[in-house]
């Protein structure tokens, strides 16, 4: 299973909106609201930050937001804070397996 | 919520064995799925596999079957990730992860993770 496809970086100013895509294929994006989103920041655990493709957990800013459509899943952050610099990582079920994307390194500038 | 806490770093030589856990507490260990997922260095994170604790059904992924071994002591609410003979490439961080899983088995997401176990295997 290869891994879904993230571009290496984005960046933003302080209070604009970014979006980070994450392309995969019909075996996984494509085939199952099964997506999600991890922050990762150095030292710290991961963080689940989307679900099935569009649900928030508990605690996590309303400034986080998922969407799908056909095998691209995409992460939008509005009002970025400096706070969210830091690697975003998709991840879909793929039919007994998991993918995960090659990772985003979300700059604040 | 659950919260995992996993052990501390090691530092290995080729060919030596090593085992290291993933403790949770605050929810029903038992009866959640438990994931390893590994970030070598300056990489991606990639799937290892499943584990359920409650019976020890375990999955892997295509890619580590037979290059390691999850267990887990659902009595002490603990899971492992064990390696027989370690080779540099073995070198990372390496996360456990409640891991959520949806009928029919389809794994959906992970929360919580754990913080993280680092891997160093060098000569």
């Known amino acids: 299973q290869s891994a879904l496809t993230q571009p290496a970086s984005v960046s933003g100013s302080p209070g604009q909106s970014i979006t980070i895509s994450c392309t995969g294929t019909r075996s996984d994006v494509g085939n199952y609201n099964l997506v999600s989103w991890y922050q990762l920041h150095p030292g710290k655990a991961p963080k689940l930050m989307i679900y099935d493709v569009t649900k928030r957990p508990s605690g996590v800013s309303n400034r986080f937001s998922g969407s799908k459509s056909g095998n691209t899943a995409s992460l939008t952050i509005s009002g970025l804070q400096a706070e969210d610099e830091a690697d975003y990582y998709c991840c879909s079920y793929a039919g007994r397996d998991v993918v995960f994307g090659g990772g985003t390194k979300l700059t604040v500038l | 919520e659950g919260q995992l806490v996993q052990s501390g770093a090691e530092v290995k030589k080729p060919g030596e064995s090593l085992k290291i856990s993933c403790e949770g507490s605050?929810?029903?260990?038992?009866?959640?799925?438990i994931g390893w997922v590994r970030q070598m260095p300056g990489k991606g994170l990639e799937w290892m596999g499943i584990?359920?604790?409650?019976?020890?059904?375990?999955r892997y992924s295509p890619s580590f079957q037979g290059q390691v071994t999850i267990s887990a002591d659902k009595s002490i609410s603990t899971a492992y990730l064990q390696w027989s003979s370690l080779k540099a490439s073995d070198s990372a961080m390496y996360y456990c992860?409640?891991?959520?899983?949806?009928?029919?088995?389809?794994?959906?997401?992970?929360?919580?993770w754990g913080q993280g176990t680092l891997v160093t295997v060098s000569s």
């Open positions: 992860a409640r891991a959520i899983v949806v009928v029919p088995r389809r794994i959906a997401w992970f929360d919580p």
């Open positions: 584990i359920y604790p409650g019976d020890s059904d375990t």
């Open positions: 605050g929810y029903d260990f038992a009866n959640y799925w």
